[in-house]
């Protein structure tokens, strides 16, 4: 049915990412994810070692049933701070194993005990703790390893062939589910937003409702490449980025020598994360990602408004360090991916989750 604004969505918006095309077919195999928080465990990798010396004590905590905020604020308690003295590189999900580093701001003061702080908080570990010199800011890292175990498959033969599909050539780099909130309302609300149908001062809810906009275009583009046979092909104009870096270059025209490095994975393709300023793409490319992010005039209204600036993210995600083992209908699977990308992107190509399945909040 369409929306509003004429987009196409799905009947039913507790399920949002059915409005995005599969890369492969979409999976027959049912499964569940997350039945409990261990067949969910997350670990993040920072991607640097500690100056063992500063201002900042660096806790690593695993912990399991708490959220990361919630942790950060009773770190806070037993260390004397403030919430505000606390930080982290990525939210964790509270369904989930999850180890991360906090930093907390001690300048001047000794290492806290933190005994009492264990004991109250079951759900909570400190695995290890150092000093650095500098806090941790969100997005401090360069990603997250993944183990899952995913439950009661109805079809392990076709979860066997997909698994092979994904290790050689990724899933589409989706936003998740997560990030549009239950039943899409996160962009239901960023929509609502960008028609000045309510103000918003709320500084996190204006976070939730910017980053939910900006995704479901992305999401648009990328899926609409799947769905025409262009995401793994050079447009004229397309936006690039060499593999592991930032910087983008344009494809002045298409030939086989840039091709057959896209085939090789050695030069990404990317879509837009749309801000206030121009699109970096030219000819083709650009026609083509105006033509689709023009069918959202409220969510383009919100993003120009809060002048957001233009980013880029790459079409596809390919997970490193990717192994399974299966366990009769079960499945054990580990993978690492960049900061940034969601597990529940590299999931959704493999198995239709089954009713009662948790979606991860991991994004950074």
């Known amino acids: 049915m369409l929306n509003n604004d004429g987009v196409v969505m799905s009947d039913n918006m507790l399920n949002v990412m059915d409005n995005f095309c599969w890369l492969y077919e979409k999976p027959t195999c049912q499964g569940q994810i997350k039945a409990l928080p261990e067949h969910f465990i997350v670990k993040e990798n920072l991607g640097f070692e500690f100056a063992g010396k500063g201002e900042h004590f660096m806790v690593k905590i695993r912990k399991v049933g708490e959220n990361t905020k919630y ?36 300048p001047g003061k000794a ?5 009492d702080f264990v004991a109250e908080h079951p759900g909570i570990e400190v695995l290890e703790t150092t000093r650095h010199d500098k806090k941790l800011r969100p997005g401090d890292l360069v990603g997250n390893w993944f183990q899952l175990r995913l439950l009661d498959l109805t079809n392990p033969e076709e979860l066997a062939l997909k698994l092979e599909q994904v290790k050689m050539h990724g899933v589409p780099n989706y936003f998740g589910q997560q990030r549009f909130g239950h039943g899409g309302n996160n962009v239901i609300k960023a929509r609502s937003w960008g028609n000045d149908e309510f103000r918003l001062r709320d500084k996190s809810k204006r976070s939730f409702y910017l980053s939910a906009a900006r995704s479901w275009l992305f999401n648009m583009v990328l899926s609409t490449r799947i769905e025409q046979g262009s995401v793994n092909s050079l447009m004229v ?26 085939d090789k994975g050695l030069v990404n393709i990317t ?3 749309v801000g206030d300023n121009a699109l970096p793409t030219a000819a083709d490319a650009e026609a083509f990602e105006l033509a689709i992010i023009a069918n959202e005039p409220s969510l383009l209204k919100l993003i120009r408004d809060n002048r957001m600036r233009h980013e880029r993210r790459t079409l596809l995600l390919k997970p490193k360090e990717m192994e399974w083992q299966f366990d009769g209908n079960d499945v054990v699977l580990s993978f690492a991916l960049p900061a940034g990308c969601f597990a529940t992107s590299v999931v959704r190509e493999l198995l239709v989750e089954q009713e009662g399945s948790t979606h991860a909040n991991i994004d950074q």
């Open 71 to 106: 942790v950060v604020n009773e770190l806070a308690k037993a260390c004397g701070v403030k919430s505000r003295d606390v930080s982290w590189a990525g939210l964790k999900d509270r369904h989930a194993v999850t180890e991360q580093w906090i930093s907390v701001h001690l």
């Open 111 to 115: 290492d806290p005990d933190l005994t």
């Open 237 to 262: 104009g397309d936006c690039l980025q060499n593999a592991g870096e930032d910087n983008c270059f344009l494809a002045e025209s298409i030939t086989e020598e840039l091709q057959a490095s896209i």
């Open 271 to 273: 879509a837009p994360l």
